[in-house]
């Protein structure tokens, strides 16, 4: 494992983004491990890094015979900011007495591994998760996180025990939490299957990710549901419905989910759409790859239309296309059209987040169905906490939806026609009585 994982080094990673910022960590073992791990694997690799720079260069002479490129002693110490806090820092300092040739400048060495803009590195919660899920056992655990922190000290198998067990009790409490003050407006649904071995068998999350009202996105809920099951899906939005749930105005997901039957029994006015990449898949599943790429540009033509009306006449071209040899692959599209192109009655500012189940494809690109399975096996329980984690890491970068502010139109039933919202005049006396876009 330890070979596998070598050359990773997160740690040392540098966070571009300014909202993935690190949260002040607190006092337990495993921070302080961290932070002199840290420490250490910092001082360790930025001296490796500059003597291999020097060493490269070692046969460039002045005319005296000495080394045009050489160590210079530290640059001042500053702080960069890990998953455990901030940890110093004094970067070694090389002189070098290069001259650039096109330039006539100076030439200067550039630390890739601690840029000298560099302040913050990634959590360490978003590592540990995606350790567990690719597979990892509580024997196999310790020495993996080794080469992310820099130390096995007390990384016992007991320790990590400890820390799984925090993760499903947070879990645990996120699934009994009250629904009743949130309204989630739009909802993305998927069955999530992770090739971790378990128990039992492979564990398939059930994941239903929202828009608030303010156009956030948030999890909903995070299950196991053993199998993508009618009843399955029911029983999570059963339970949701009794945290205080309203119903969603629109559901997002793949055809093949027993999602639909169940929400239809809990939330009926809940309208749907089906998730486009999910469709195209099924149907390039019934063509020969020769008319594949062809029939991906036609089914672009579909879901990217300017509007309902161009979306029709393209699936009725489609159909003329293909529909002779392979009437399968269009009865695919055409036998779910209105569901397909339901996207098409809601703000054109929103279509990009409505034709597709992106935000939980993204979330899980790393752990869904590509997982090596190692020789531990664990428990269902701590599967699912694991994904959560990883869940809760990733949701602190989510975006809000385009135009947030027409999410609460859309709850309060305004009517979008081609994208665009549709003025009703509201005084019964007015002898005007149409409607009107609003450009």
Not at 133 to 154: K, M, R, Y
Not at 178 to 195: C, M, P, R
Request: charged share 25%; proline share 4%; with cysteine.
């Amino acid at each position: 494992m330890a070979r596998r994982l070598g050359k990773v080094h997160p740690m040392l990673k540098v966070v571009h983004d300014a909202d993935a910022s690190n949260e002040a960590a607190g006092g337990s073992l495993l921070d302080e491990i961290v932070r002199d791990g840290a420490r250490q694997m910092l001082a360790a690799a930025l001296h490796a890094e500059v003597a291999a720079y020097i060493e490269a260069f070692a046969d460039q002479l002045d005319e005296h015979g000495r080394r045009l490129v050489v160590r210079n002693g530290f640059h001042e110490p500053r702080e960069v900011t890990t998953a455990a806090g901030a940890i110093p820092v004094r970067a070694p300092r090389v002189n070098d007495k290069r001259t650039d040739e096109a330039t006539g400048k100076r030439k200067r060495f550039a630390s890739t591994i601690l840029p000298a803009w560099a302040r913050k590195s990634p959590r360490v919660a978003e590592v540990l998760p995606l350790l567990y899920l690719h597979g990892l056992s509580s024997g196999d655990f310790g020495p993996a996180l080794e080469q992310f922190i820099g130390t096995s000290h007390g990384l016992s198998p007991a320790t990590i025990i400890r820390l799984t067990k925090d993760w499903q009790n947070e879990a645990v409490a996120f699934s009994k939490r009250s629904l009743a003050e949130t309204d989630y407006v739009y909802v993305w649904v998927d069955g999530i299957h992770l090739k971790v071995r378990l128990e039992q068998d492979k564990v398939c999350l059930l994941v239903m990710i929202g828009v608030r009202a303010d156009g956030s996105k948030e999890l909903i809920a995070l299950d196991d549901g053993h199998r993508e099951s009618t009843e399955s899906w029911a029983d999570l939005l059963r339970d949701c419905k009794r945290r205080g749930m309203r119903a969603p105005v629109l559901a997002v997901g793949d055809g093949a989910l027993g999602f639909w039957a169940a929400v239809r029994t809990v939330f009926p006015e809940t309208r749907e759409q089906r998730c486009w990449f999910h469709k195209i898949a099924n149907v390039l599943n019934c063509l020969p790859k020769s008319a594949q790429p062809g029939a991906k540009a036609a089914l672009a033509e579909i879901w990217n239309a300017e509007n309902k009306h161009e979306a029709t006449k393209a699936v009725k071209a489609f159909a003329v296309d293909y529909g002779t040899k392979w009437p399968k692959a269009v009865a695919k599209v055409t036998d779910d059209l209105d569901v397909l192109l339901e996207f098409y009655d809601y703000p054109a500012e929103h279509w990009v987040h409505l034709r597709t189940t992106n935000p939980i494809e993204s979330t899980f690109a790393t752990v869904r169905l590509r997982q090596r399975v190692t020789k531990g096996p664990g428990s269902r329980a701590a599967g699912i906490a694991m994904a959560f984690k990883l869940i809760e890491s990733a949701q602190a970068r989510w975006r809000a939806v385009n135009a947030p502010h027409l999410v609460a139109l859309v709850r309060a039933g305004a009517t979008f026609k081609n994208g665009v919202l549709v003025e009703r005049d509201d005084d019964p006396a007015a002898e005007s009585g149409g409607e009107q876009q609003v450009a």
